[in-house]
């Protein structure tokens, strides 16, 4: 039986894009914030450079999955796999050009935007895109956490900023900074529940090398921090007071606490939905950051 056209957009993972859509939408609102000490604004540029990175995590997820499963972390029995390549959905092949197309579209849309632009493009892109590629190395060598960090916030928010103003704003670096802790959780969320499973198949993932204690730790200071990174942002002048409707989503992420507290290497069950309820809690965090930080202009 041939894949439907909702296996195809499945094997992308779309739950996870907030990860990278969102700091392209915050970049988007501070440019918006700051317009008035920018010469010109191509808002039209943005929307290319958020569509890009959704593209180039898409290329990422399906490229990740392909070297999982040929390197047997995602096999019939374990819990967490994409179930696309263990149950047969997809032929290995199948999935590996897919991802190599997606991340083709993605470095083409990223070329026309250097056109446009300026070179400090190149090397935003450059980075973004041997990331994309090799993050399956890095995650087997406990430094996926800290890849994600600088791609899905200061990366993409700094490339996008660029795309829309010509400028590199390396505030938007720092302002990003409590996105990325949030994106983040994602994939430790992921490599938490499937600590069992990884550890079965000898690579070794920060959650791994921190334990089940370590990891809640992890994931506690992570979605604590990107409050009170808000709080310092407000309190130093940074962006507007209008930046800490961040708290409405409080509730949210004092849910995923409670849910990492419960985490079990044998019980990968528990946690099973924390990486998707992670990825929500992105999206709602950045819209209420976006929406302060783009109303501030009006105060």
Not at 62 to 77: A, P, Q, S
Request: charged residues 15%.
């Amino acid at each position: 039986m041939s894949p439907t056209t909702k296996n195809w957009i499945i094997a992308t993972r779309p739950w996870s894009f907030p990860a990278s859509a969102m700091p392209a939408l915050f970049a988007m609102a501070y440019v918006f914030y700051m317009q008035d000490s920018i010469e010109s604004i191509h808002w039209g540029y943005g929307v290319a450079a958020l569509l890009g990175a959704v593209l180039f995590q898409a290329s990422g997820n399906l490229i990740g999955d392909y070297f999982d499963y040929m390197y047997k972390v995602d096999r019939k029995e374990s819990f967490g796999s994409s179930r696309m390549l263990v149950d047969g959905v997809f032929t290995p092949k199948t999935i590996f050009w897919f991802g190599l197309i997606v991340l083709c579209m993605g470095i083409l849309l990223g070329l026309f935007l250097w056109s446009q632009t300026g070179n400090d493009l190149l090397w935003i892109g450059i980075v973004g895109a041997l990331g994309t590629f090799f993050y399956y190395k890095l995650k087997y060598m406990a430094l996926g956490d800290v890849l994600i960090f600088v791609i899905y916030g200061p990366l993409i928010a700094l490339g996008t900023a660029f795309v829309m103003t010509n400028q590199l704003y390396w505030e938007v670096v720092v302002l990003s900074i409590p996105i990325a802790f949030l994106v983040v959780n994602i994939l430790h969320a992921n490599n938490t529940r499937d600590m069992r499973d990884d550890k079965l198949a000898n690579i070794k993932t920060q959650a791994l090398l921190l334990g089940e204690k370590g990891s809640r730790i992890q994931y506690t200071f992570l979605a604590i921090g990107a409050y009170v990174a808000v709080a310092i942002f407000v309190l130093l002048n940074m962006i507007s007071p209008l930046a800490l409707l961040v708290i409405v989503t409080l509730p949210l992420a004092k849910k995923n606490i409670n849910l990492i507290k419960q985490a079990k290497i044998d019980k990968p069950e528990i946690i099973k939905d924390l990486d998707a309820m992670s990825a929500q809690l992105v999206m709602a965090f950045t819209l209420m950051y976006a929406l302060g930080i783009f109303n501030g202009y009006w105060i």
